[in-house]
């Protein structure tokens, strides 16, 4: 179960347990959904119109996109910035999924809300992802850029990725786009675990022994929660890969147009005034599957790796309770 259970039979979940496994479940989940995130951020970051109709710019639809990135960078190009997305993804999972364990607990235990109730879970939701924003915000940053450049390549790897960043742009290099990424993870993670709180108690289904998670109503729960999430607050998740490719033009220039932006406001506007309304959605369509992907494999991983721990524990205690009866 999401959120501290007052129900449950078993110990509360430990904050190492709750980081273990969101842990966990952020590195297996970015392995499989690292090709949706590049083409995504490709279509994000291109100034010229995605329309299969009007051939402007460089990709206009996910398969043409596909097959010119495979063509032109080979198939680990899918996998670009794959290690600091990884370290992102682990970091980001553990602090997440940690944090509302300990906030769900906190506030069935200090206020008359229910901690398994939509509502706290939205709050708490937030919350916890805005924290682990802050500390991940750099990894974002290093991944974003990765996924990015074409060939040649501007960085060679992780370190100099990092020197080169820390050198020519300073440090807040790494924490450009947190304004838009924090006004959108709160409402974006609250409304995750808000519907997935939703969605599974509206499929839920009598408990049975041995397997209260971590199963298929997790993962279509998930996505689900995750698609309507991600279309809600999308915008803001463009505004930051517009920002935290700043200082990287020379990278851009052969994908199509580049712009430089001096902060949000006046992003958003020059995106409304040169592309439109339909600038704010550009990579909607592979932010979808990647979302739905994303958020339900997060969740039905989160809940596996807490019951195999729960079942692990329990193993443990009947063979404690066995020895000891044993010796007597």
Same mark, same amino acid.
């Given at each position: ?48 119109? %995605? ?22 960078? #080979? ?24 944090s509302f364990e300990f906030l769900t607990e ?13 509502? %706290?879970?939205? %709050? ?45 742009? #300073? ?17 974006? =993670? ?81 995106? =409304? ?18 979302? =739905? ?36």
């Amino acid at each position: 179960m999401v959120g501290y259970d007052p129900g449950s039979q078993g110990a509360a979940l430990s904050p190492e347990e709750a980081a273990l496994a969101g842990s966990a479940a952020g590195m297996v989940t970015r392995a499989l959904i690292s090709p949706f995130d590049v083409l995504k951020i490709r279509f994000q970051l291109q100034i010229e119109k %995605v329309s299969f109709f009007r051939k402007e710019g460089k990709y206009w639809g996910l398969f043409q996109a596909s097959r010119c990135i495979h063509s032109e960078e #080979g198939l680990s190009a899918f996998w670009k910035g794959h290690v600091p997305a990884q370290l992102l993804s682990i970091t980001f999972g553990a602090v997440q999924f940690a944090s509302f364990e300990f906030l769900t607990e906190a506030v069935h235990k200090s206020t008359p809300y229910d901690s398994q109730t939509a509502g %706290v879970h939205f %709050v708490c939701g937030g919350l916890a992802a805005c924290s682990a924003t802050v500390v991940c915000q750099p990894l974002d940053t290093l991944r974003t850029r990765f996924a990015a450049q074409g060939e040649p390549k501007l960085y060679r790897n992780f370190g100099h990725a990092v020197s080169s960043m820390l050198s020519s742009e #300073g440090v807040l290099a790494f924490y450009r786009g947190l304004s838009p990424t924090l006004l959108a993870v709160f409402p974006y =993670a609250g409304m995750q675990f808000f519907f997935y709180n939703v969605f599974k108690n509206l499929l839920a289904t009598p408990p049975k022994s041995g397997n209260s998670g971590g199963n298929l109503r997790s993962l279509v729960c998930g996505s689900a929660a995750g698609m309507i999430s991600k279309t809600i607050t999308y915008p803001f998740d463009l505004f930051k890969k517009r920002l935290q490719v700043g200082g990287f033009e020379a990278a851009r220039v052969h994908f199509g147009q580049v712009r430089s932006y001096s902060g949000l406001v006046d992003c958003a506007v020059q995106i =409304a005034k040169e592309e439109g309304v339909r600038g704010f959605f550009k990579g909607l369509y592979p932010s979808l599957v990647k979302a =739905a992907l994303s958020t339900g494999f997060t969740f039905f991983w989160y809940e596996f790796f807490l019951n195999a721990m729960e079942n692990r524990k329990e193993s443990g205690n009947t063979k404690s309770v066995m020895k000891t009866t044993e010796e007597r």
